[in-house]
């Protein structure tokens, strides 16, 4: 039970700075609020408490030095977890296309989502290790992600504004 208890109080502070942060960057009131909501939903729930906390509700080291993890390298149940929610906009995989033999087309990302995107990553960095650096997780990260090109310019611009 720790271990949900845990886990409800991370997803609660995570959520409560990137609401602010969300505020900061412009993203409208309703998109705050609803940002990862699906966290809450038992098909996301139980895989992320599994994955991130022991049973007696300590945490397990899942996170490498930039505060990434490789979804793909976390159970079954996990990866089925992390496959929906990466769906919310507010992800960069939510608009990669997937086509027939493995063809991706990347989707241009609207600016409010972008804004999302940078607000999780402070978001993020103050609840899971209490710094916010937004530009630098970017840096440190920006080769794994799969972008279209306008958005990886706008996205950019935005961060150089944080």
Not at 90 to 100: M, N, R
């Amino acid at each position: 039970m720790l271990n949900h208890i845990n886990y409800f109080k991370t997803v609660s502070t995570h959520k409560w700075h990137v609401f602010w942060a969300c505020l900061k960057m412009g993203v409208p009131v309703h998109r705050a609020i609803l940002h990862d909501w699906t966290k809450l939903s038992p098909r996301e729930w139980f895989a992320y408490v599994d994955n991130f906390y022991n049973k007696d509700g300590s945490k397990r080291q899942v996170r490498d030095k930039t505060g990434a993890y490789d979804p793909n390298s976390q159970p079954m149940s996990f990866k089925k977890a992390w496959l929906s929610h990466q769906r919310n906009k507010h992800h960069w995989q939510a608009w990669v296309s997937l086509g027939d033999y493995g063809k991706i087309e990347t989707l241009p990302i609207p600016e409010t989502y972008l804004r999302e995107m940078i607000a999780d990553w402070i978001g993020a960095g103050k609840a899971y290790s209490g710094n916010s650096d937004p530009k630098g997780w970017y840096e440190k990260n920006k080769e794994k992600m799969i972008l279209h090109g306008d958005s990886k310019i706008l996205l950019e611009r935005l961060l150089e504004k944080v």
